[in-house]
Every structure is written in structure tokens, then in C-alpha cells.
Nanobody
């Protein structure tokens, strides 16, 4: 059984930065696709960023258009962690952020394609 634990959320002002971390336990996740999703009040859960499991080509990344150039996803396979560096935060980034893992290498863009989820961490950005 895989467990995911997020940390790093908080309340910040517009333009500030935050770094979210997700630690995976239960098994090595080196070949698993990982992603961050978020859900704002009254809205559906949406894909934010994803990173593929390792291959000879490395681990490709994908981002939602709304966060490209501001957010960076990375993984440390030795520590079984994935991180989301969020810069230039905006009020519309306010949401609960969830870490997810799937039993496939490639990044997927819908939540139903992920097999494990963390409990979520709140990010609040005020103007």
C-alpha cells in the first residue's frame, strides 16, 4: 500500500513563493508517474503539474497553462519525494493541493488515472 504525505502549504501574499513537498511510502516510486492537482472551493479538481517516472530519456514534465513559467515540479527518487515550487503566486492559485501517484510511468491529466492520493495541503494567496 502506498501512502502520500504532503507538506508546505500556507498563507502568502500575491507574488510570494511556496514549495510543496510530497513524500511517498510503501514502495519505491521511481517508475511511477506523479502529479499535483488542486481544487478550489466550488470548482472541480484540476491538473497542475506532472512528472513521469524515470526512463532512459529522463522524466518529462507537464504543466497546466495557468501555471507554466511559474511552477516547477521535480522529484528526488532517492528520497521518494516530489516537490512543487510555486513562484509568483496569484489569488487564483488558492486551493487545496493534492499529490498523486499512478501505477504507470507516463503523466496523465485526469485524476481518475491516478491510483493513490495524499490528504491535501491548503494554499491561500491573498492580494
Amino acid at each position: 500500500q502506498v501512502e502520500l504525505f504532503e507538506s508546505g502549504g500556507g498563507s502568502v501574499r500575491t507574488g510570494d513563493s511556496l514549495r510543496l513537498s510530497c513524500a511517498a511510502s510503501g514502495r519505491a516510486f521511481i517508475t511511477s508517474g506523479m502529479a499535483w492537482f488542486r481544487q478550489a472551493p466550488g470548482k472541480e479538481r484540476e491538473f497542475v503539474a506532472g512528472i513521469a517516472g524515470i526512463s532512459w530519456r529522463g522524466s518529462n514534465t507537464d504543466y497546466a497553462d495557468s501555471v507554466k513559467g511559474r511552477f516547477t515540479i521535480s522529484r528526488d527518487n532517492a528520497k521518494n519525494t516530489v516537490s512543487l515550487q510555486m513562484n509568483s503566486l496569484k489569488p487564483e492559485d488558492t486551493a487545496v493541493y493534492y499529490c498523486s501517484l499512478r501505477n504507470s510511468r507516463e503523466v496523465a491529466f485526469t485524476g481518475s488515472q491516478y491510483d493513490y492520493w495524499g490528504q491535501g495541503t491548503q494554499v491561500t494567496v491573498s492580494s
